[in-house]
C-alpha cells in the first residue's frame, strides 16, 4: 500500500535517494540560516527588540542544516547537488516572495513593513514546515538513526511557527493588520504552487532513483495536484489565520544544540 511512511521508508532506504532528500533538506535549512541572519543584522532601530528572536531562528536554520549533513555522515555518504527545480527556499525569493536577496545584501536598514513581510513569509513557510515534520514524526520518532533529529527539528519548526504568530499579532494591534493579511495571503497562495511544483520535481527525481513504474509515478503525482487543488480551494487558509501561541516567547532563549551524533 503506497502510504507517506512507506514512501519515506524506501526514499530513507537507498543510499542515492536518501543523499538527495538529506541535500535538498540541509540546502534550505543553510539558506533560512543566512537570510535570518540578514535579517537580523538589519533590523530597524525600532525593531531592535526582535533581532535576538530572528537571529535564533537564524542558528535554528543552519543547526537544522547541520543535522541533515551529519545524517549524511553517519552513512558514509556525500551531500549531492541540489536540483535547481527542488529548491524550495530559492523558488520563493525568484517568485517575489519573502525579503530579496538583492536587499538583504545591502548593508540599509530595513523597515517595519519589510519585518512585517518576512514574518508573513516565515509564518506560512514555516506552517508547512511544522506540518512536514510532524509527518515525519508520527512515523519516524522511534527510527534509530532519524528519530533524534526529527524530534529536535519537529520541535523548533514548532517553535518558529508559535513565534511567527506572536509577532504578528504584535505588529497587528500596532496598526499592521491590514498589510499583513494581505501579505499573508499572497505569501501562501504563491506558496502553495512552489510546493507543488517542487514537490512533482523532487517525486521525478526519486522515482528515476528508485526505479519506479510508471503507474507509481503517475499516482504519486496525482496525489500531489489533489493536494495542490484543495489548498487553492481553501486549504491555503490555515497558512494565513492568526492566534495567540500556547508558546509564549518561544524564541526568546538560546538555541538548542544538536545531538553529538544526529
Not at 523532487?202 to 495542490?228: D, E, N, S, T
Amino acid at each position: 500500500m503506497l502510504s507517506a511512511k512507506s514512501l519515506f521508508q524506501e526514499i530513507l532506504d537507498n543510499d542515492d535517494s536518501f543523499a538527495l532528500f538529506c541535500s535538498i533538506a540541509a540546502s534550505g535549512e543553510s539558506q533560512g540560516g543566512w537570510e535570518n541572519a540578514r535579517i537580523a543584522a538589519l533590523v530597524p532601530g525600532t525593531q531592535r527588540d526582535l533581532a535576538p528572536k530572528i537571529t535564533r531562528h537564524g542558528a535554528d536554520e543552519d543547526k537544522h542544516g547541520r543535522i541533515f549533513n551529519a545524517l549524511l555522515r553517519k552513512r558514509g555518504l556525500e551531500p549531492v547537488p541540489v536540483p535547481p527545480e527542488t529548491d524550495y527556499t530559492m523558488l520563493l525569493e525568484r517568485n517575489g516572495i519573502g525579503l530579496a536577496h538583492d536587499k538583504l545584501k545591502r548593508d540599509e536598514p530595513l523597515t517595519a513593513q519589510d519585518i512585517v513581510t518576512y514574518l508573513a513569509h516565515s509564518r506560512v513557510t514555516e506552517q508547512r514546515a511544522s506540518e512536514q515534520m510532524q509527518m515525519l514524526r508520527k512515523h519516524f520518532a522511534d527510527h534509530p538513526d532519524l528519530g533524534r533529529a526529527v524530534k529536535m527539528i519537529s520541535n523548533d519548526e514548532d517553535n518558529h511557527l508559535a513565534y511567527c504568530h506572536e509577532e504578528l499579532l504584535r505588529f497587528a494591534y500596532a496598526g499592521h493588520g491590514r498589510a499583513i493579511q494581505r501579505t499573508l495571503r499572497e505569501c501562501a497562495l504563491a506558496e502553495i504552487r512552489v510546493y507543488r511544483d517542487v514537490s512533482l520535481a523532487v517525486m521525478a527525481h526519486m522515482g528515476r532513483i528508485l526505479g519506479w513504474p510508471k503507474p507509481k509515478a503517475a499516482l504519486l503525482a496525482a496525489g500531489i495536484h489533489a493536494v495542490y487543488r484543495y489548498e487553492r480551494l481553501g486549504g491555503w487558509r490555515r497558512m494565513v489565520s492568526l492566534r495567540m501561541p500556547e508558546r509564549r516567547n518561544a524564541l526568546g532563549g538560546p538555541a538548542t544544540p544538536e545531538p553529538e551524533a544526529a
